[in-house]
């Protein structure tokens, strides 16, 4: 393999979805062995590899013939063993990132996953305590968020000064591990009209303001809070754009990032040891063996993967 080039453990994900013809499609993409030293994680691959891709497989389940469209036991255990065995490649230097196509939840948990999400699993295996959080990427504009799989009744009560700040760094160090050396980040309110001055409540006063303003105490800097409404405007002007928006919740931040472009958006695990990148969307069991799936979010996935392995290796 070449020294010049990343490595990245690619992982097909869920075995029932539409992840092993992702990553079929990926392989045959024009100049992709020039991008990167690819590690093909599988125990069956459905598929013939291009000569230039090492095939990694693992000792574990052995694959049954998987039931397309079923989230079940089999492709959840499956799923967790492939994650692992990527996720053991970057932290042992032989990979420098990794990259797996889309994961179904049901069958993860069915697999034996108990932890929140996929997110604090990889922290768990890696026996990571520090601050993580999703973080999703659309082309050139990136977004965090202070809290994420919990009821909407709940935000309110579980933003502090110190996530927010914790959520400004994380994205700050991300984005410059993908590259860009000075992000300019912009900060969501939490309430309509940004609280308007407390009348339509006071979060932005008490805890967002005072989180942007420890984050510049640890050296970086964000602008806001400024009204959600508007944030995202504000962040893809040409002229005075932002490369990264903090938001308080779930889908503050995901319903712009998906309307403005469903099929491209990534995501990556912010914050943990080793980079790690997916596509934003789903294993989308309703088109499995149709030979219709988009790679465009695949694509983009891939390529920071490759980024950030780059920095990665180079620290």
Not at 1 to 8: E, F, L, Y
Request: hydrophobic fraction near 40%; glycine fraction near 10%.
């Amino acid at each position: 393999m070449s020294n010049t080039k990343p490595t990245i453990a690619l992982f097909t994900g869920d075995p029932a979805g539409i992840g092993p013809e992702l990553v079929e499609k990926l392989l045959l993409s024009p100049d992709i062995s020039a991008q990167a030293n690819i590690i093909l994680l599988g125990q069956k691959i459905a598929f013939t590899p291009p000569p230039f891709v090492q095939i990694h497989s693992w000792s574990g389940i052995d694959s049954p013939a998987f039931q397309p469209s079923h989230a079940g036991q089999e492709n959840g255990q499956y799923m967790l063993e492939g994650l692992a065995e990527g996720a053991r490649l970057v932290a042992s230097g032989k990979a420098d990132a990794l990259c797996f196509a889309p994961l179904n939840k049901t069958a993860l948990r069915l697999g034996g996953m108990h932890s929140e999400d996929e997110l604090r699993w990889f922290a768990e295996l890696l026996n990571f305590e520090g601050v993580c959080g999703e973080l999703n990427v659309l082309e050139n504009l990136w977004t965090a968020r202070v809290t994420s799989h919990v009821a909407l009744k709940e935000v309110s009560h579980l933003l502090t000064a110190e996530k927010v700040a914790e959520a400004i760094v994380m994205i700050d160090t991300a984005l410059k591990n993908s590259g860009k050396a000075q992000p300019r980040l912009a900060v969501c309110g939490l309430n309509p009209h940004n609280g308007d001055n407390g009348n339509f409540g006071d979060e932005e006063i008490r805890i967002i303001t005072p989180g942007v303003q420890l984050a510049a105490q640890q050296g970086v800097r964000a602008e806001g809070p400024f009204p959600a409404d508007t944030a995202f405007v504000r962040a893809i002007r040409k002229n005075d754009g932002y490369d990264g928006v903090i938001t308080m919740y779930h889908d503050q931040g995901q319903i712009a990032m998906k309307l403005m472009g469903f099929e491209k958006g990534v995501t990556v695990h912010g914050g943990l040891p080793i980079p790690i990148t997916t596509p934003a969307h789903g294993t989308a069991y309703d088109i499995v063996g149709l030979g219709k799936a988009n790679i465009g979010a695949m694509v983009n996935a891939f390529d920071l993967a490759c980024r950030m392995g780059i920095t990665h290796r180079n620290r």
